[in-house]
């Protein structure tokens, strides 16, 4: 299923030109054209989905393999890097801006300027009840 104004699914449908790096019947990878640092990727399934939870077990296991070869790649490589950064925005409130599944890969080094910044009770530590808790909520709907 393609969606007509979908960005991502018109780079796959070749309307908008993008530097595709890896391409296979479940995924595609390109070039960021916003990039945070030079050799910023993209993961993006072939079929659209909107969240990471809509996506089928087999091909998100395929974004995450060719996200480690796309990593071991860039760590080959000449482009600086000093780490790597694995990011996917699920929905608007975790500022996703395009609503078709994917995964950035970009390399990091020291102050190059990317940040995340915590919210300001980050330091305040939940109980271990309030932990196990929160386990049993998310582990009775696995």
């Known amino acids: 299923m393609k969606e007509k104004d979908c960005v991502f699914c018109k ?12 391409q296979d019947e479940l995924v595609t990878t390109f070039l960021d054209i916003q ?8 993961i993006i399934p072939n079929q ?3 969240l990471i939870s809509d996506v089928d077990d087999i091909t998100a296991s395929r974004m995450f393999n060719i996200a480690r070869r796309i990593n071991t790649a860039i760590r080959k490589s000449i482009i600086v890097s000093e780490g790597l950064n694995f ?3 699920d929905g608007e409130a975790a500022s996703q801006d395009v609503f078709h599944t994917h995964l950035h890969c970009f390399p990091r080094y020291k102050n ?6 915590l919210p300001d009770n980050y330091t305040n530590l939940p109980t ?5 808790h929160t386990a049993k909520l998310i582990r009775d709907l696995l």
């Open 35 to 42: 990039p945070v640092n030079i050799g910023h990727v993209l």
């Open 11 to 22: 780079i796959l449908n070749k309307e908008i030109p993008s530097s595709i790096i890896y």
């Open 48 to 50: 659209h989905f909107e």
């Open 128 to 132: 271990r009840e309030e932990l196990d």
């Open 112 to 117: 190059d300027g990317f940040e995340l910044k």
């Open 87 to 89: 990011w996917l925005a």
